[in-house]
């Protein structure tokens, strides 16, 4: 009999029934590190006070209206991110695969109102992943996601990860856009150098294409820049929100220029609950408090701290690990046992990691994960690796 949740997750027997820091509570009183944050969505932990605040308050106050009318909390969190990115406009969504099915037509939209319209395909890479949604797995467009699901939306190239010729050779006059993760996450941790970043923004700027960047996963300080890209000193016309912006809230957004975004007038596009006054009030606080510059250099002392342990409990486990890759706090260890049982044996001994692609763990914690936290996820991790050897 077909479970009463839809079994499309193969769920760990673990249920949490409290949150604190970066620390889950199960329901019989165990204590777990967490280093998943809800796979970078919990980033200023659990239960953050000033988060519970600016919830609570507007929960007093005003859960839900229509975007047919003024949303204050949405008009601020717009501005923010207005004065603190690329982008000249903002539009909020609930999670990061509708920002990618608005990333899409808004780049399609674009080529339509210049008058070509023939221009509707959007170069995609090898391992990457843009969420669920029929443009998301189209866009992705691994077996594992599409297979079964056809017929699939058409107009999509996808290139394998770091070939320059195929990517040349692809864009031709029907391309509309380039669609890239600056760190891959689902497809194990796969950093795009900077000088690749900027060779696709030159690329693009070369053929007067559009450049989307996905950072839903990637971006809100998790590398320890507000956003990854600023790292390659560039700047995306379309930029996907999600994960980190709620700090556990669904909250997504996509942000962009005021060109890429100029084909999407009124009717063109919408969302019942995107941009919500619940959500918009505590993405406030998110940014508000990521943001800050103090914040993001902390974030890269603690993933200086975090990084150097990992590099030691390798040496320690070299039959368990490999390499430790990523940027900032989102970190991917290389495997060379299972992936799974790795993030098992970490369950085992109180620590939470998440599987990618590649036979990677994701280490995706808190941005203000505690020095003393950091020490005791490496004592737990090697407590899981020596498991794993033993058990060998
Ligand atoms: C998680 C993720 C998505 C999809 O986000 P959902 O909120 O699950 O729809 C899209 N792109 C990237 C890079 C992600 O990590």
Redesign the pocket.
């Known amino acids: 009999m077909i479970p009463s949740v839809l079994p499309t997750y193969s769920r760990a027997p673990l249920s949490f029934v409290k949150g604190e820091g970066s620390w889950l509570f199960e329901a019989d009183g165990r204590r777990f590190l967490d280093l998943g944050a809800g ?2 969505v919990n980033a200023l932990g659990h239960a953050h006070p000033k988060l519970i605040e600016a919830l609570t308050t507007q929960a007093n106050a005003l859960w839900h209206v229509s975007n047919l009318y003024q949303i204050p909390q949405q008009q601020k969190l717009a501005d923010m991110l207005v004065d603190l990115t690329f982008a000249d406009t903002v539009f909020f969504t609930n ?6 099915e608005l990333a899409v037509k808004m780049a399609r939209k674009y080529w339509y109102e210049k008058g070509a319209p023939e221009r509707v395909e959007i170069i995609t890479f090898e391992g990457s ?4 949604s029929s443009a ?1 797995i189209a866009a992705a467009g691994s077996e594992k996601m599409t297979k079964g699901f056809g017929p699939l939306l058409p107009g999509f190239k996808h290139l394998p990860w770091n070939d320059h010729d195929a990517l040349n050779a692809a864009i031709n006059g029907q391309t509309a856009a380039i669609m890239i ?1 600056p760190v891959q ?2 497809g194990g941790i796969r950093p795009l150098p900077d000088q690749c970043l900027k060779g696709l923004r030159d690329l693009c700027d070369e053929h007067g294409i559009l450049l989307i960047l ?1 950072e ?3 971006g809100v300080g998790r590398t320890g820049k507000l956003f990854a890209h600023e790292w390659a000193g560039i700047e995306p016309d379309i930029m ?1 929100v ?2 980190g912006i709620g700090g556990g809230f669904p909250l ?1 957004a996509v942000l962009a220029t005021e060109n890429a975004a100029s084909g999407m007038t009124a009717g063109t596009h919408g969302s019942t609950y995107g941009g919500n006054p619940l959500g918009c009030a505590v993405g406030c606080a998110v940014l508000e408090t990521i943001a800050k510059p103090d914040f993001l250099s902390d974030v890269s002392r603690r993933a200086g701290t975090l990084r150097q342990s990992l590099e030691g409990l390798i040496a320690q486990h070299p039959n368990v690990f490999e390499s430790v890759r990523g940027v900032g706090l989102m970190l991917g260890l290389k495997c060379k046992a299972a992936n799974v049982d790795v993030v098992n044996a970490g369950y085992a001994n109180e620590v939470i990691t998440v599987p990618a692609a590649d036979n990677v763990i994701r280490l995706l914690p808190a941005l203000n994960i505690t020095n003393e936290d950091i020490a005791e996820a490496i004592k737990r991790l090697s407590a899981a690796a020596k498991q794993i050897e033993q058990t060998s």
């Open positions: 796979i970078a999670s990061g695969t509708e920002s990618c992943f843009h969420g669920r998301g993760e996450g689902e996905d839903v996963q990637c996907m999600a994960k997504g």
